[in-house]
């Protein structure tokens, strides 16, 4: 039932960025829909924890997912065309790393309202949402449309130098493009058990209240690789960073099948520097140099929600599944083949040999 309805989440999640994006570049505004998807967050999270009901559950936990999913693309997509492929998109996200790592210690050992019952996590939800609309008041109504740099900051582009004005408004779709996004999404897909199932894995198996700890861990470790990421694509690009980044989850779902020992567990956390310190700068400078910054919206959105939702999704109820028949172990050993699978594909030339144009 946990996998179902985080299927149901994931579901929700990759429909509500489509839809605030495409509103977004529509009207030339993102902060109104930054703010709408915090105050939709709020108003779902109490009554998920109030109506104890599958289907009631699914419609809260669906409305939770449309708006709170929503809120990161239209925020990628403000910074990125903002800052332009010569802004160094690490620090800004680094920022929020850090704020998280804060937030996951305090909630960890906070002596009142402790996140260990629904209702409790309910309120904690409706508080922060509510607090973030706050700060959203005061980002700018629209952004600046920056000129492309085929060579920035934002790292060497996968695609030719040029093809933004030749072809403005539009996707720059190509073998490159198709093999950057599958690396993308098997990375993503691979990573599924690693943020619904290695907690759930902690508490059922190991009985380590440890889950705040492990992700302030994870959360630690990718802040310097995010501040230093636009050395990085600036240096490799963004396809040999996903592939540094596949190799890392393979490392890392391969210590938790084989070493299930709270030493190893603690050691492969700081693995989540490649696996998504590494992963998100490079994916979103991919994404970057393939959408011009009048349709970035709607870019994110396509990266977060089939890049992203649609693997977790996917993860989520296959995952559910072999957790029921099969275990842990067999669950992480298994979705080591789909991070194996990112790394066969970036090793064929037609979808990495415009990588160092």
């Known amino acids: 039932m946990v996998g179902v309805l985080l299927g149901i989440y994931e579901g929700a999640g990759i429909a509500g960025p489509f839809v605030f994006g495409y509103a977004a570049d529509r009207w030339g505004?993102?902060?109104?829909?930054i703010i709408a998807t915090y105050l939709l967050s709020a108003a779902a999270a109490i009554p998920l924890t109030l109506f104890i009901h599958p289907a009631a559950s699914a419609v809260f936990i669906a409305l939770l997912a449309f708006s709170f999913r929503s809120g990161a693309p239209l925020l990628d997509a403000m910074t990125t065309v903002r800052l332009g492929q010569g802004g160094n998109y690490g620090k800004i996200?680094?920022?929020?790393?850090i704020s998280f790592i804060v937030m996951v210690s305090f909630l960890q050992w906070t002596p009142f309202l402790r996140p260990n019952t629904a209702k409790n996590i309910g309120v904690w939800i409706t508080l922060t949402s509510l607090a973030a609309v706050v700060p959203a008041l005061f980002l700018p109504r629209t952004g600046p449309r920056p000129r492309m740099a085929p060579h920035s900051a934002a790292g060497r582009t996968a695609f030719p130098p040029g093809a933004a004005s030749r072809r403005r408004g539009?996707?720059?779709l190509s073998g490159t493009f198709f093999g950057g996004f599958a690396i993308i999404f098997l990375s993503r897909l691979a990573m599924a058990p690693v943020y619904t199932f290695?907690?759930?894995y902690l508490t059922e198996v190991l009985h380590w209240?440890?889950?705040g700890l492990m992700f302030a861990l994870a959360s630690v470790s990718e802040v310097p690789c995010m501040f230093i990421a636009a050395r990085l694509l600036r240096r490799f690009g963004p396809l040999p960073l996903l592939a540094l980044s596949a190799l890392g989850t393979v490392l890392r779902l391969g210590i938790y099948a084989f070493l299930p020992f709270?030493?190893?567990?603690?050691?492969a956390q700081f693995?989540?520097?490649?696996?998504?310190?590494l992963f998100h700068p490079a994916a979103v400078a991919f994404m970057t140099a393939a959408v011009p910054p009048e349709r970035r919206a709607l870019g994110m959105s396509i990266y977060l929600s089939l890049g992203s939702g649609l693997p977790t999704l996917i993860?989520?109820?296959l995952g559910g599944a072999m957790v029921e028949h099969t275990g842990y172990t067999v669950l992480f050993a298994s979705f080591i083949a789909f991070a194996a699978a990112a790394l066969i594909i970036y090793a064929v030339p037609r979808y990495t040999r415009g990588n160092h144009v």
């Open 271 to 277: 693995l989540h520097a490649l696996c998504f310190g």
């Open 29 to 33: 505004s993102y902060r109104g829909g």
């Open 262 to 267: 709270k030493g190893a567990l603690l050691a």
């Open 170 to 172: 539009r996707f720059r």
């Open 315 to 317: 993860g989520n109820v």
């Open 93 to 97: 996200r680094g920022a929020g790393s």
């Open 198 to 200: 290695f907690p759930l």
């Open 209 to 211: 209240d440890a889950v």
